[in-house]
């Protein structure tokens, strides 16, 4: 059964910094890129970062550019996303996504509101 199970969401402020991470599970972690969607109020889901399945490479939503960090670890098959100096446009439901080429992985989501 495969899994994906975020956490790490939550209330901060303006500035502030949050960390995300996934739990995967049911399929061969490894073999997959992983990635984290958003998905605000009224706005379609929007690709956020993205880290390959082999030797690491990773890309970036522009407007996140040197404030997020996504980062894989395959021992523990856990994908993060560190998020600093947070902005009110940040706010949205974060998803892990878990693409394999032929298949694609979704978890449920976590919120992240970044208000004063």
């Known amino acids: 059964q495969v899994q994906l199970v975020e956490s790490g969401g939550g209330l901060v402020q303006p500035g502030g910094s949050l960390r995300l991470s996934c739990a995967a599970s049911?399929?061969?972690?490894?073999?997959?890129?992983m990635s984290w969607y958003r998905q605000a109020p009224g706005k379609e889901r929007e690709l956020v970062a993205y880290v390959s399945s082999v030797g690491g490479r990773t890309t970036y939503k522009g407007s996140v550019k040197g404030r997020f960090t996504i980062s894989r670890d395959n021992a523990k098959n856990t994908v993060a996303l560190q998020m600093n100096s947070l902005k009110p446009e940040d706010t949205a439901i974060y998803y892990c996504?878990?693409?394999?080429?032929?298949?694609?992985?979704w978890g449920q989501g976590t919120q992240v509101t970044v208000s004063s």
């Open positions: 049911g399929f061969t972690f490894v073999t997959y890129a």
């Open positions: 996504n878990a693409n394999g080429g032929l298949t694609d992985f």
